[in-house]
């Protein structure tokens, strides 16, 4: 079945520091890829998406691009800040919007 | 509102007794979804509606779980006989696909977070 594996937490960084978060998965045909975040006391909201090969989805400075030779959608920032501490999902649709997840990574940026 | 309602935020529970946790989607809302998130871990998928039609209902873990939406717009999630292996964040989504295909954006309530004891 279709499954998401993301890199394993905790992360910690400082401010300012790059950070990537790796993500890959399995589906059959050709799924749409999401970044979830859940921020302290809060649900669960997109970060950014990409619909199909090679897009490039965006938000908040964050960025994921759509690698179907390698089935990965990592997420990037270039310059974290310390109210990017969150836990991140990676997930994916491949029919009528069900998502599937994968294990969360809980980020902390120290200042 | 302006958001995904879920209620109750907390429950506790006896093993044994049964609970009924409430989402109000987003108005107008076509889809909507029911997760099960245990601590640590990301969201797994329960069932599906559109409008009042249950179309997937393969995560439910056992015939202890039901879910409805009668009106196409409240949903109940119901658990019998709660077992501590339901312990968990109940997390309740809604959207509105303009598209076929799996591009549209979910929005999600706070959950309900139950603990059996």
């Known amino acids: 079945g279709d499954s998401v594996t993301q890199m394993e937490g905790p992360v910690t960084l400082s401010e300012e520091a790059f950070l990537t978060i790796n993500c890959t998965y399995t589906?059959?045909?050709?799924?749409?890829l999401f970044w979830y975040v859940q921020y302290p006391g809060e649900g669960l909201q997109l970060l950014l998406k990409?619909?199909?090969?090679?897009d490039k989805g965006s938000n908040k400075g964050f960025e994921a691009t759509y690698r179907k030779e390698t089935t990965s959608f990592h997420l990037e920032k270039g310059s974290v800040q310390v109210s990017d501490s969150a836990v991140y999902f990676c997930?994916?649709?491949?029919?009528?919007?069900?998502?599937?997840f994968g294990q969360g990574t809980r980020l902390t940026i120290n200042p | 509102g302006a958001g995904v309602s879920q209620s109750p935020r907390y429950k506790v529970a006896k093993r044994g007794q049964d609970v009924a946790l409430r989402c109000d989607p987003i108005?107008?809302?076509?889809?909507l979804f029911w997760y099960q998130q245990a601590l640590g871990q990301g969201p797994e998928f329960l069932t599906y509606?559109?409008?009042?039609?249950?179309?997937?209902k393969s995560g439910l873990p056992s015939d202890r779980f039901f879910a409805e939406r009668p009106e196409g717009s409240v949903s109940t999630l119901k658990i019998q006989r709660t077992q501590q292996e339901d312990s968990a964040v109940y997390l309740c989504?809604?959207?509105?696909?303009?598209?076929?295909?799996?591009?549209?954006?979910?929005?999600f309530g706070q959950g309900t977070r139950l603990t059996v004891v």
């Open positions: 589906a059959t045909g050709y799924p749409s």
């Open positions: 989504a809604s959207s509105s696909p303009h598209t076929s295909g799996g591009g549209t954006e979910a929005f």
């Open positions: 509606f559109q409008n009042e039609a249950q179309l997937d």
């Open positions: 990409a619909t199909k090969a090679d």
């Open positions: 108005s107008g809302h076509v889809s």
């Open positions: 997930a994916l649709s491949a029919w009528a919007q069900k998502l599937v």
